[in-house]
Nanobody, 121 residues
């Protein structure tokens, strides 16, 4: 069974940094486009950052210059480095993306379970 497993969330003071990790586990033969989303209480889930299979990245305006998405294809993993954190970054952060699940190249779309990030003022 394939899963996306996030880690690295926690409590940090404003101005601090956190690095989120997301690893695809199970019968995995690679990862394609991947992304990080977040959902704050009472708000809709929003796209934070995305990275293509070739490494091109895109960011929400609210995090540009502060967050960096990266990937390690050998480890079927994607990361989100978050610097200069603000209280408004507080949310549950979700990893999602396309995982190759067979040697023939079949792929499926998965969501992780989420990891809480809390930024105190």
């Amino acid at each position: 069974q394939v899963k996306l497993v996030e880690s690295g969330g926690g409590l940090v003071q404003a101005g601090g940094s956190l690095r989120l990790s997301c690893a695809a586990s199970g019968s995995v033969f690679g990862i394609n486009a991947m992304a990080w989303y977040r959902q704050a209480p009472g708000k809709q889930r929003e796209l934070v950052a995305a990275i293509s299979s070739g490494g091109s990245s895109d960011y929400a305006d609210s995090v540009k210059g502060r967050f960096t998405i990266s990937r390690d294809n050998a480890k079927n993993s994607v990361f989100l480095q978050m610097n200069s954190l603000k209280p408004e970054d507080t949310a549950v952060y979700y990893c999602n993306g396309v995982v190759v699940t067979t040697t023939f190249g079949d792929d499926e779309y998965f969501w992780g379970q989420g990891t809480q990030v809390t930024v105190s003022s």
